[in-house]
């Protein structure tokens, strides 16, 4: 089993930092490379870059009352629940399929309220 961490490829691990500018503040988030790659590929499935992608998922938050206090394991948390949905074919793995299209609200009643739980 841990053979197939151990000798992935050391890049995945290891972190970067992006500095990007949200409300005219530059901020800085450092993350692994993996998580960045997942965000990536989330942006470019509905036409925007990263940083695009990361203003908007922060500002949503915000006007949804969430506490951003850790907005990088906010993302890390995003990348991850992408992945998961992928898994249960929420989200459709062929990328050309926008986000933006996809029902959020029967996804969400189809968790029948386990977002939470990450098995559900």
């Known amino acids: 089993m841990c053979k197939l961490f151990i000798q992935a490829d050391p890049e995945l691990w290891l972190s970067a930092t992006h500095s990007l500018r949200i409300d005219g503040m530059v901020t800085s ?43 990088t394991s906010f993302l890390r948390v995003c990348a991850l629940r992408y992945q998961a949905l992928q898994l249960t074919g929420d989200i459709p793995t062929q990328h050309q399929v926008p986000i933006a299209t996809l029902d959020a609200e029967q996804i969400l009643a189809r968790e029948g309220g386990n977002s939470r739980d990450p098995l559900h």
């Open 29 to 71: 988030v450092r993350m692994e490379n993996y998580f960045w790659h997942i965000l990536e590929e989330i942006a470019q499935r509905d036409g925007m870059n990263t940083a695009q992608m990361i203003t908007r998922l922060y500002h949503e938050s915000i006007d949804a009352g969430h506490d951003l206090g850790n907005f």
